[in-house]
Nanobody
Framework: QVQLVESGGGLVQAGDSLRLSCAGSGRAFSSYTMTWFRQAPGKEREFVAA????????YYAESVKGRFTISRDKAKNTMYLQMNSLKPEDTAVYYCAAGRKLWTTTDYDYRGQGTQVTVSS
């Protein structure tokens, strides 16, 4: 059984940092595109960042570019999202997903259960 498990969310103040982790099990993610997306209450899902598991190329939403960094550790089968200079508008449930497409928030093979990030002003 393939699982993605997010961790690292929490309540922080504006300007603080958090690092989210997405631990994969049940398969290797070679050739997959790994994605972070988020969903705030009453809002649509929003693409945050993605990384090609094999080559390591990264992609970011304009809203997080320069503040967030996506990375992966192949040996640990884990993906990360380092979030710096957090803003209240970053408040959302953050999900990780593994699929074959870039920029998507709905078309993926596997998805984690999500982790809550709350940024107070």
């Amino acid at each position: 059984q393939v699982q993605l498990v997010e961790s690292g969310g929490g309540l922080v103040q504006a300007g603080d940092s958090l690092r989210l982790s997405c631990a994969g099990s049940g398969r290797a993610f070679s050739s997959y595109t790994m994605t972070w997306f988020r969903q705030a209450p009453g809002k649509e899902r929003e693409f945050v960042a993605a990384i090609y598991w094999d080559g390591g190329s990264t992609y970011y939403a304009e809203s997080v570019k320069g503040r967030f960094t996506i990375s992966r550790d192949k040996a640990k089968n884990t993906m990360y999202l380092q979030m710096n200079s957090l803003k209240p508008e970053d408040t959302a449930v953050y999900y990780c997903a593994a699929g074959r497409k870039l920029w998507t928030t709905t078309d993926y093979d596997y998805r984690g259960q999500g982790t809550q990030v709350t940024v107070s002003s």
